[in-house]
């Protein structure tokens, strides 16, 4: 891969795991219901996970669709029913130690699986590996991932970052409650995009 390709690809990763979408919509929610530190098992599972799905993307997973394109369909369905119940679970959500059952952030392991019914993670994996990669070998797919992993850490941490600064302010019930169902709110609203087109 040559250095401008490479530029142009961290150039993609970090335009793509900055701005808003459901990982992010989740970081912001969990910075601000548990602290940014609680937060990075959650965020080292987005950029890792991440990292492995492009990686066997690369590998062959892509053909699956142009070979089957009812998976594709298979795939946005399953993502918005777990995205709906998803944001459900935010919006019903209590402060750290409230509740029946106390409130927890996303394990390491909850947030890579997560990325497979992330419609958002499906088209930057995608997007990156049919752009990005001239010479579709091991080496090539590898090396994607490993720059995508290393973009992606701290393009998601602004957000678990943003959620911790307005932390204090939402000690108040009655904001952290709408902040809660904002937070699912636009969880479902980042879909949007990437569900009306093909990935």
Known sequence: MTPDLVLALLGFAFVTSVTPGPNN?????SGANFGFRRTVPHMLGISLGHAVMVFL?????????????PALVILKAASLAYMLWLAWKIALAAAPGEGRQPARPMTFLQAAAFQWVNPKAWAMALGAVSAYVTTPTVSAFALVSVLFA????????VWAAAGQAVRHWLQTPGRLTAFNVTMAALLLASLWPVLTVSL
């Open 25 to 29: 919509m989740m970081l912001l929610a």
């Open 57 to 69: 993307v690369g590998l062959g997973l892509a053909g699956l669709f142009r070979a089957w394109p």
């Open 150 to 157: 290393l973009v992606s850490m701290p393009s998601v941490a």
